[in-house]
């Protein structure tokens, strides 16, 4: 069964973000997922997401100063403490939101120490974190970011997070599997959706090469999806792409999945 989440940190952004909401659950999704929510505090978060009738499916932990170029903490050194505030923070937005999954962000590549001191550091990191996510039931996930949209960030490939995934062997720590972000990484999907979709706990979706809505790029759709109901995936999948026009018209494609009535 395909579960779709709005993304509205890329869709109804022609509104102010607390109004898309209810332009979301309007369209048919029952949940919706976003970058960041520490804008707002929780309970108003709760408040939008209980008006409207929506899950929470995901948001990322506090990724540093992003308007200063920063893209996670988990990898990087001396910053282990603001790290170890961002899960807890994450943990007590995802509690009052009732959301049970987590977007860990790694951080770019450090020129203070060796990628294997940094690798050890992640991996020291993340085993942490899923101890503590674990006493909430909360699940962790880790994505690959293609380096093309995201230059020097730490995580960039399926290989190196599955194994990442294998070796904490932790049920608090899952992958997270963009599409988008595997295609511009490798120029295919399908071979290594079926591969590590036993680890995934979380989809996110668009086309390259604009990160437009499916059907408007460079990826066909029907085989990605088929294979994911082929096997029974029953997680979210997140919009997480940029409408080539209004957000309403780009979800055509998505008429089969939405409950519009």
């Excluded at 282990?80 to 961002?86: A, G, N, P, R, T």
């Excluded at 999907?189 to 989809?203: F, G, K, M």
Aim: glycine share 6%; charged share 20%; net charge negative.
């Amino acid at each position: 069964m395909i579960k779709l989440a709005a993304n509205l940190s890329f869709l109804y952004t022609e509104v102010p973000f607390r109004d898309r909401f209810a332009l979301a659950a309007e369209d048919g999704f029952d949940a919706v997922e976003y970058l960041f929510p520490y804008e707002y505090t929780a309970s108003e978060l709760a408040e939008l997401l209980a008006a409207h009738n929506l899950t929470q499916a995901l948001f990322n932990l506090f990724p540093g100063n992003w308007d200063k170029g920063e893209r996670g903490l988990a990898s990087l050194p001396d910053r282990q403490s603001e790290f170890q505030e961002s899960v807890f923070q994450a943990i007590s937005y995802a509690t009052a939101l009732g959301c049970k999954q987590l977007h860990v962000m790694a951080g770019l590549n450090s020129s203070q120490i060796s990628k294997e001191a940094q690798t050890a550091l992640y991996v020291q990191n993340l085993t942490w974190a899923a101890e503590h996510a674990a006493q909430k039931d909360i699940t962790l996930t880790i994505e690959p970011i293609n380096p093309i949209d995201m230059p020097g960030y730490f995580l960039c490939d399926f290989d190196q997070a599955a194994k990442i995934v294998k070796d904490i062997n932790s049920p608090n720590l899952r992958l997270q599997f963009d599409f988008y972000h595997c295609h511009r990484i490798y120029g295919t999907v399908l071979d290594r959706l079926q591969e590590y979709l036993p680890l995934t706990t979380h989809i996110q979706i668009a086309s390259p090469p604009l990160r437009s809505e499916p059907g408007t790029g460079e990826l066909a759709y029907a085989p990605l999806f088929s294979h994911l109901e082929r096997q029974g995936y029953d997680g979210f999948i997140g919009c997480e792409y940029k409408p080539l026009k209004d957000s309403k018209s780009s979800l055509k494609w998505a008429a089969p999945y939405l409950a519009t009535g």
